[in-house]
């Protein structure tokens, strides 16, 4: 019913950046909030980023704060995450989310749509 996909992934070395995006198609229901999780090899997924429907409210996880940006283009329903300041540790699949609130986004273990993922690698 309801399809996201990200874009934007690639290969970078360390202090690069990058400008992921999520399209969402389909039905969606007008007010959800949109955001960003990410999930490393032999890890679990984690929380990184998340935006409300007017695009005024955002939240991030410590980990990337001063470095990840996430906004909100509500005219094509997209969502974006400009990554500065890329570091190794941020080597993962990225993978875009919607859901009914940013609290939904940042608290439930699994927001209720998501995408297929978009893979960043950072070297060292």
């Known amino acids: 019913q309801v399809q996201l996909v990200e874009s934007g992934g690639g290969l970078v070395q360390a202090g690069g950046s990058l400008r992921l995006s999520c399209a969402a198609s389909?039905?969606?229901?007008?007010?959800?909030?949109m955001g960003w999780f990410r999930q490393a090899p032999g890890k679990e997924r984690e929380y990184v980023a998340a935006?409300?429907?007017?695009?005024?409210?955002?939240y991030y996880a410590d980990s990337v704060k001063g470095r990840f940006t996430i906004s909100r283009d509500n005219a094509k329903t997209t969502v974006y995450l400009q990554m500065n300041s890329l570091k190794p540790e941020d080597t993962a699949v990225y993978y875009c989310?919607?859901?009914?609130?940013?609290?939904?986004?940042?608290?439930?273990?699994?927001?209720?749509?998501w995408g297929q993922g978009t893979q960043v690698t950072v070297s060292s």
């Open positions: 989310a919607s859901d009914l609130s940013v609290q939904h986004i940042r608290l439930q273990p699994r927001p209720e749509f």
């Open positions: 389909g039905r969606t229901l007008r007010g959800y909030a």
């Open positions: 935006i409300s429907w007017s695009g005024g409210i955002t």
